[in-house]
């Protein structure tokens, strides 16, 4: 047998194997993707025949306020996890895996907690805990003699989007911390053992040598914290769903709502199918910088 067929039989081969996989990304993602993509064209309430609108839609959504105010709340989302999930569990597994290794299983358990709970379940304990009457942060704020302090989170404007903030930080900071933790035990001893004999404490070392060193981890985790932080929904919906008067509305509750409390699939079609490029943009965007970043 010659080596062209011997080629054409692996790929054959290579093919039957990937077919089943091929068939649920065409059946379950190209295709959803499409008819999203042909449902922006059309006036739709889900029951009655389509109204063909052409780029009216679109029109639509570039003059929606709320959109683009949900818009923005999206990538302020996704800046906080930046910095509080992706950089702030680095620090953390560095301290976890350098510092305090002794108690580092127990510390990642802790912080393990709220990744493997529910985030629905999440978001009635905090709705639970945000409650301005028997609520466990104002009665910590009572307890620290600032009276003043006191809120209904969830229910005010002009905090319901920072209270909805700190829970998506302390719900997904395990999970980078426990990802973080694997890229720092995989640096080598011997370069932290050769910066202690030129004399580099602890913070030199976790800017001089592990930030570059798991540089291609921080890539990675900021991707996935961007990717999620600008398609979230499902805390901010048992939160405050979107609430006070749009106050914390995200992309995916507005999309929720204009598809299946007011029914008008098109412009839902239209809101989930930007939002979609929009979040492939930002990651190629972040993608690029970080990797100039890292070859710098």
Known sequence: MSTDDLAKRHNRAALLF?????????????????????????????????????????????????????????????????????????????????????????????????????????????????NPYFGLVNAALKLAGLDSWKRGWLGESDTAFLAVVVVMSFTYLGLYVLLFTSAVRSVPESVYEAAEIDGAGDLRKFFSITIPMVWDAVRANSLLAIIGSLKTFSLVFVLTNGGPSHASEVVSTYLYKMGFSSFQMGYAATIGFVQMVLTALAAWIVFRFLKRKGEA
């Open 18 to 130: 990937l077919s089943p996989a091929l068939l649920f990304v065409c059946v379950f993602v190209a295709y959803p993707v499409a008819y999203a993509g042909w449902l922006t064209l059309f006036q739709w309430d889900g029951a009655s025949a389509p109204v063909f609108v052409g780029a009216g839609n679109i029109l639509r959504l570039a003059v929606d306020s709320v959109f683009w105010a949900s818009l923005g709340r999206n990538l302020l989302v996704a800046l906080s996890a930046i910095v509080f999930q992706v950089f702030l569990a680095l620090a953390i597994a560095y301290c976890l895996v350098r510092i305090v290794p002794a108690f580092s299983r127990i510390f990642l358990f802790l912080y393990l907690v709220p990744v493997m709970v529910s985030e629905i379940c999440i978001g009635l304990l905090w709705r639970f805990m945000y």
